[in-house]
């Protein structure tokens, strides 16, 4: 058992759902606009480094997910190695190593969720999309399920993130609507 | 006001007073609400006063430790020569913990207000707050207000007018609970793996980018404020048992309980009160059976235990366990407790960051064993072999994530073994009876 994949995306072959990764070339995210923003976010701080965690950010949101072009990228604009920033990105859950659907779903299922019902809510997003298997994205590419560890608002059981919407109270009967919202 | 809920009458609302008051999220809402008067007022002080009036006031670390804010400001040396820095840990994801949350979605200049005092406080010019990833929304709301306070002169070389630099920036974590860690956020800080880092050196010798540096919790730093304007008296006599405890505690409950939420009570208040009055006791045909009071991290405590406690830093270690973040997870008598903490063990082996033998292996076998029994296929010899591994999880690692998983194994086995036994025994009456069959 890998402590790292317990409970979170396993790390499948995907690469039937990799829709950029069919020899397109990748574009740079640093250039133009996106360069100004890594150099306000440099101005940050007293080394380089210090701006990775932020430079994936950029390259997450622009791209979906950070690819190994895009970790090749942030190591040559931050004068790092791709291997050092793989090993960064591979600590830290958020950053998506695989294109994932277009509604990245997480359910909160740590015990205080777990105590109000947050399995159902999971069972209801999995059978409402489709995906049927946690981690695994539906055949249209929309959407992506996962239970996520405790997203820091156990008071509104159960939260769910959808991208960058955070969603308080969700309950099994509520899924179809907010689903009902995404398409 | 007080959110989701309206501030109950026996609350006593300091920090939380503008919960839920959209206008106050604001810069010109904060001002209106007395907002930056203590930044002004510390700005015409000597760094050392305002240490000494955090010392007198008796604020402790409000993330889990308790440690005591003063002295830990007065242990970065002023004129060494060396640029300090002040980190704000607001990478809430202790289970049972959203009380930063509300206060960085609804006061976000209190915390700014917070990590500038505490910037000019411990001599330094640049503050971070690290904020957890998922936490969307707080993101969105500190951004704006660090902008807004850059936007009005508070922020930047001329913090205020007084020809002081104070900066302060938001950085986005990426997902995971061990950057909560102080010394696993200096190193997230710096583009590292959040690996904790070996004590000594602490980190007001050699924290972030090797600079002398303080780390303190959301509601730590936003006390700061009430306790300039007010008074060190003020906030001291906010107590109702213990001295050592002082001031108010947020705590945000969670569970199988009527009324979720945020509260805000004077240290010391009845936990009993607490938990039937202000939070509206249990579901309809339940009952409570077990709470951990402080977050995940702590040990469980029974009915009996949590009844009997005053709500304090000494008032929870006098009833079995400890306040912690005040993270209060309230479980009913429809739960099955070994369910509860072979969940909790299950996060502890995901957010292991897996460079301790003992915490790596340990928190992963915990999970394998604690689930088994869950799911009837355990044994009595496993509860001895779970107290074995969680002895050897205990005290043996860089950081406590070890120890915050053997906490609530140790604690539920020892409280609520017959739970742990009737899977047992009745997996094997179960057993049994197919041999018969």
């Known amino acids: 058992m890998s402590v790292r994949s317990m409970g979170g995306v396993e790390s499948p072959d995907m690469a039937s759902h990799d829709s950029t990764g069919h020899g397109e070339p990748y574009k740079a995210v640093f250039t133009g606009d996106g360069r100004k923003e890594l150099d306000t976010l440099l101005g940050r701080y007293p080394t380089k480094m210090a701006a990775l965690l932020p430079a994936l950010w950029i390259i997450q949101r622009e791209r979906g997910w950070v690819s190994d072009d895009g970790m090749a990228e942030v190591a040559d604009v931050l004068e790092l190695t791709p291997a050092y920033v793989k090993g960064v990105v591979t600590f830290y859950t958020m950053y998506h190593q695989h294109p994932v659907g277009k509604y990245f779903i997480q359910v909160c299922t740590t015990s205080p969720c777990g105590i109000c019902g947050a399995e159902d809510v999971v069972k209801a997003f999995l059978q409402h999309t489709k995906t049927g298997e946690l981690g695994t994205t539906s055949a249209d590419g929309k959407y992506t399920v996962i239970e996520v560890e405790c997203l820091g608002a156990c008071g509104f059981a159960t939260p769910v993130m959808i991208n960058e919407e955070f969603l308080e109270s969700v309950t099994p009967d509520t899924v179809p609507t907010i689903l009902a919202r995404l398409s | ?437």
Not at chain 2, 32 to 42: D, F, I, N, S
Not at chain 2, 90 to 116: N, Q
Not at chain 2, 173 to 187: K, L
């Open chain 2, 1 to 437: 006001m007080g959110y989701p809920h309206t501030s109950h009458q026996r609350e006593t609302a300091v920090l939380s007073q503008y919960f839920g008051d959209e206008e106050a999220r604001t810069l010109d809402g904060w001002k209106k609400r007395g907002g930056y008067q203590a930044l002004e007022k510390a700005l015409g002080m000597t760094p050392a006063d305002i240490v000494t009036v955090v010392k007198d006031s008796g604020l402790r670390g409000r993330g889990g430790a308790g440690f005591p804010t003063g002295m830990k400001w007065s242990f970065m040396k002023p004129g060494d020569g060396k640029p300090h820095y002040l980190c704000c840990n607001a990478d809430e994801s202790e289970p049972g913990t959203f009380k930063d949350r509300e206060i960085m979605r609804w006061t976000p200049h209190a915390l700014v207000e917070g990590c500038a005092i505490g910037a000019y406080a411990i001599g330094a010019e640049t503050a971070y707050i690290y904020i957890r990833g998922e936490f969307t929304e707080p993101l969105i709301w500190m951004e704006r207000a660090v902008q807004e306070a850059y936007g009005a002169g508070i922020l930047g070389a001329n913090a205020m007018g007084t020809g002081k630099r104070i900066d302060v920036h938001v950085h986005k974590g990426a997902g995971a609970y061990i950057c909560g860690e102080e010394t696993a956020m200096m190193n997230s800080l710096e583009g590292r793996r959040g690996n904790p880092r070996i004590k000594p050196p602490f980190p007001a010798v050699a924290g972030v980018f090797g600079q002398p540096t303080t780390i303190n919790n959301v509601e730590t730093l936003a006390a700061v404020c009430p306790i300039l304007m007010k008074g060190a008296e003020w906030y001291k006599s906010m107590c109702l048992s213990n001295p050592k405890s002082t001031g108010t505690k947020l705590f945000s409950v969670c569970g199988n309980l009527r009324k979720p939420g945020t509260y805000e009570v004077v240290m010391g208040f009845p936990f009993k009160d607490f938990l039937f009055d202000l939070c509206g006791g249990p579901l309809q045909g339940r009952k409570f059976k077990a709470v951990i009071p402080g977050g995940a991290s702590v040990p469980i405590q029974t009915m009996e235990e949590a009844e009997s406690t005053l709500m304090d830093y000494e008032g929870f270690v006098a009833q079995g366990s400890m306040l912690g973040s005040g993270g209060v997870i309230v479980i009913d008598d429809a739960q099955s407790m070994v369910r509860v903490i072979a969940r909790l063990a299950r996060f502890f082996a995901h957010e292991s960051c897996a460079q301790c033998t003992q915490c790596r292996e340990g928190t992963a076998w915990t999970t394998k064993i604690l689930e088994r029994i869950r799911d009837g296929q355990g044994t009595m010899e496993d509860l001895d072999t779970l107290l074995s591994i969680a002895d050897n999880m205990t005290g043996t690692t860089i950081c406590v994530l070890s120890d915050s998983c053997a906490t609530p194994v140790i604690s539920g086995i020892k409280k609520f073994r017959p739970e742990f036994e009737a899977l047992i025994h009745g997996k094997r009456v179960h057993s049994v009876l197919a041999a018969v069959a």
